[in-house]
C-alpha cells in the first residue's frame, strides 16, 4: 500500500479502541502446538458438550441434500417447533447464528450512541465488546462476594440513559441463578432487560413466565450447550412483539444456515 495513504482514518475510532473477545483455541491446533495426540488434551474452557449431539441429529445431517438451497429466511418450521418447546407464539421466537448474533441484533436495534448498557461482572465478556462497537457505554457493576447479583448497586446503575441490561442466568463462569424477584426489580426500571438463559436446560429454572406481565423482557437461549450443537451455531429469542418487528429489520435474511 501507498506510504501516503494514512489506514487508520479507514477503520472506525470505536474499532480501534475496542477490545477484542479472544476465543479459545482450537484442540486440533492446540494438540499440533504442543505436539501432543488430540485425543489427549481434555477441551473444558468453553462449556462444550463433551458427549456429542444426539445420534438423530447426526443420522438427519447425514441424510440432509438441500445445501444448495438458501434456507427459508423466515425459518419457519424452526420457529414453529421452538415456540411449542417454549410455550410462546412463533411470532416472539427469532433466530440467530448462536445466541452472539441475537445479543448483537438486540443491540444493533436498540442502543445509540451514549447509550448505557448495564452489566453485572464477572459475565459472559461478548455483553460489554459489542455494547461498545455499537458506542454504548458498558457500565460493570460487580456481583457480590459469593457472585450473585448486588440489587443495590444494580439497580442504582439503571438511569434514564440505560438502555439494557443483560443478566446471564445461570451465570457464565459462576453458575449463579437470578432470582424473579431480582428480574422484576430490574424490570420495573423500564430498560430492556435481557436475560440469558444459555444454561437453562441444566438448571431447570426461567423467567419466561414473567413475560406475560412485562414487555421489557427478553430471554436468550442456545442450542450449543445441553444438545451438543456448539459447532451447528444455532440459538434463539424469546422477544416481546414489538421488539421482534423492529429486529427483523436489521437481521440478515439467510443468518441460520438449511442444516441448523
Keep these: 500500500m501507498s506510504d501516503q495513504v494514512s489506514t487508520g ?33 481434555l477441551k473444558l474452557d468453553s462449556n462444550e458438550n463433551p458427549y456429542g449431539c444426539s445420534i438423530l441429529v447426526q443420522e438427519a445431517l447425514a441424510t440432509f441434500d438441500r445445501f444448495h438451497f438458501y434456507p427459508d429466511a423466515q425459518a419457519t418450521v424452526a420457529r414453529e417447533r421452538i415456540a411449542a ?83 446471564c442466568s445461570p451465570n457464565n463462569p459462576t453458575g449463579n441463578l437470578a432470582t424473579n424477584q431480582q428480574i422484576v426489580q430490574l424490570l420495573q426500571t423500564g430498560a430492556l432487560i435481557v436475560v440469558d438463559e444459555a444454561y437453562y436446560e441444566f438448571a431447570g429454572k426461567t423467567v419466561l413466565p414473567l413475560t406475560r406481565e412485562f414487555d421489557n423482557l427478553v430471554i436468550l437461549r442456545t442450542f450449543s450447550k445441553w444438545s451438543g450443537l456448539a459447532g451447528l451455531r444455532v440459538g434463539y429469542g424469546i422477544l416481546p412483539r414489538w421488539l421482534a418487528e423492529q429486529v427483523w429489520k436489521v437481521k440478515q435474511p439467510f443468518n441460520v444456515n438449511a442444516a441448523a
Design 85 to 167: 418447546y417454549a410455550g410462546v407464539h412463533p411470532d416472539r421466537i427469532l433466530l440467530g447464528s448462536g445466541a452472539d448474533e441475537l445479543i448483537d441484533l438486540i443491540m444493533l436495534t436498540t442502543v445509540d450512541p451514549g447509550d448505557v448498557v448495564v452489566i453485572p461482572t464477572p459475565t459472559f465478556g461478548v455483553y460489554r465488546v459489542r455494547a461498545e462497537l455499537h458506542n454504548g457505554r458498558a457500565v460493570s457493576v460487580p456481583r457480590t462476594e459469593s457472585f450473585d447479583l448486588d440489587m443495590e448497586p444494580l439497580l442504582a446503575a439503571v438511569d434514564s440513559n440505560t438502555k439494557l441490561v443483560f443478566v
Design 9 to 41: 482514518r479507514l477503520v472506525r475510532e470505536t474499532v480501534q479502541r475496542l477490545r477484542p473477545y479472544h476465543a479459545v483455541e482450537d484442540p486440533a491446533l492446540l494438540a499440533q502446538r504442543l505436539g501432543m495426540p488430540l485425543d489427549q488434551i
